[in-house]
């Protein structure tokens, strides 16, 4: 398939993760001019370099920029939106999946760890929404994707501070599908069950990997595209009466 997102501009937040970097490859080979920003662009062992991803996108034909943009900061949105706009002259789509996880007990959390998760995953969520939505106005409407988990439907018995801040993610997204729905703004979210990604070799112990991928009913981890197919969906004028809901992508995780 092709062409399912021809002509729109979508932004990408966290983009050289695992995630983020197979949603921009999905949505430019699908004809979308993809923005990406990330607090990382240079990249590590399991994330990619802004700038490689661009390269690549445009050496398929697609057209992409980027620019480092930190979702926990305000004025960063308003550069991320306004350069944005600036360089593709219009914003059609958000996808909001910039995240940390933090794999600690109650007891091992400090309100230092708290405040640093709230601020990504919570705020920046928040932040991105704000700052985004007179951009989508002038475009005459838009399509916001945002990030939340598995974790924020069910307990983990670990990672709380992690758990609170997608559980919110799923309500900001109802209360502002709400909010925007006369402004011809979509506001869906994606629960991603368990991905091999930065997210889970740099966060999560070894140990814990075999016993979390059992608790799976397909047995193994999703890969990216699995992820990336559900954003070209919610993303595209074929989820037009969809607002406000979850889509949870996750091998059977959340149905016993
Ligand atoms: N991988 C999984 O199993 C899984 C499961 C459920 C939900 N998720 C969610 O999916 C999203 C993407 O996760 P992923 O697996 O690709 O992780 P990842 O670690 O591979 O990618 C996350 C990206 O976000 C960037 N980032 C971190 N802090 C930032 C900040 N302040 N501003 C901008 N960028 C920042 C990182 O540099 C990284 O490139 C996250 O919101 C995550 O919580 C992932």
Redesign the pocket.
């Known amino acids: 398939m092709a062409n399912r997102l021809n002509g729109k501009v979508v932004l990408i ?9 197979a949603q921009a490859r999905m949505m430019a080979a699908e004809g979308a001019k993809v923005f990406l ?4 662009p240079e990249g ?1 062992k ?2 990619v370099p802004l700038k490689t991803l661009c390269d690549e996108i445009t050496a398929k034909g697609g057209d992409a920029k980027y620019l480092q ?5 305000e004025n ?1 949105w308003t550069e991320f939106i306004n350069t944005a706009e600036k360089l593709f002259g219009k914003v059609n789509v958000l996808s ?6 933090l794999h600690k007990t109650l007891t091992e959390h400090s309100v230092e760890d708290f405040h640093r998760i709230v ?3 919570q705020l ?1 969520v928040l932040l991105g929404m704000k700052t985004v939505v007179p951009a989508m106005e002038r475009a005459g409407g838009g399509s916001i994707i945002n ?5 924020g439907i069910v307990g983990a018995g670990i990672s709380t501070a ?1 758990q609170s801040t ?1 559980g919110a993610v799923r309500l900001m997204t109802k209360s502002a599908a709400m909010e925007l729905v006369g402004k011809n703004i979509r506001v869906n979210a ?11 070799e ?2 999560v112990p070894k140990e814990a990997w075999e016993p979390l991928i059992s608790l799976v009913p397909m047995k193994r ?2 890969k ?1 595209d699995e ?1 990336a197919y559900g954003v070209v969906f919610l993303a595209s004028d074929e989820s037009s009466f969809i607002t406000g809901t979850d889509l949870v992508i996750d091998g059977g995780y959340t149905c016993p």
């Open positions: 937040t966290g983009a050289s993760g695992g995630l983020g970097a920003g990330d607090i990382a590590s399991y994330l943009h930190d979702v926990s900061q960063s909001n999946n910039a995240g940390i996880y601020n990504v995953n920046g990030f939340a988990s598995i974790y992690y997608k994606i629960c991603p069950g368990m991905f091999d990604t930065n997210l889970f740099t966060s981890f999703g990216p992820i």
